[in-house]
């Protein structure tokens, strides 16, 4: 199993919690299929595409809320998600899995742990404070 999600301690908000849960299933779901030699590609994709989206969506609320750390955020995402497009186009183009598991088992472990703990934790406590300035602003 590449990640376990449970060996990672909870955000701040819950839907960015089951997000990255179902994230782990769907990477957990991918390196199965490839390691019993089941067709990986529409397991690949289902990753890559939840990632797409996961992101998009993160994008637009941080821009929403003028998230400060936006473009470093971004920029990560974008960095991993051209990794992934440059891995599964390989597995693509070649049959060869190595380099799709390589990226499956080690990178994005790696960098999943690195960016849940530093930049969604952040996001998330900022999302927090900004639910509670707006009910605040309700309450008065």
């Known amino acids: 199993m590449t990640i376990d999600f449970r060996d990672y301690r ?81 597995y693509e183009n070649s049959g060869d899995m190595t380099a799709v598991l390589e990226f499956l088992m080690d990178v994005i472990p790696d960098w999943f742990g690195r960016h849940m703990n530093d930049y969604d934790r952040a996001l998330s406590q900022f999302l927090v404070q900004q639910e509670q300035k707006q009910d605040q602003k309700r309450a008065h």
């Open 10 to 90: 909870p955000l701040a908000l819950a839907q960015m919690n089951r997000e990255h849960e179902e994230f782990a299933n769907l990477l957990n779901e991918a390196e199965q299929a490839l390691l019993m030699g089941r067709a990986g590609l529409p397991y690949l994709r289902r990753v890559y595409e939840h990632c797409q989206q996961h992101f998009a969506q993160e994008e637009r609320d941080m821009e929403y809320l003028r998230f400060p750390a936006l473009a470093s955020h971004r920029h990560e995402h974008q960095r991993i998600l051209q990794q992934f497009a440059d891995a599964l186009a390989g």
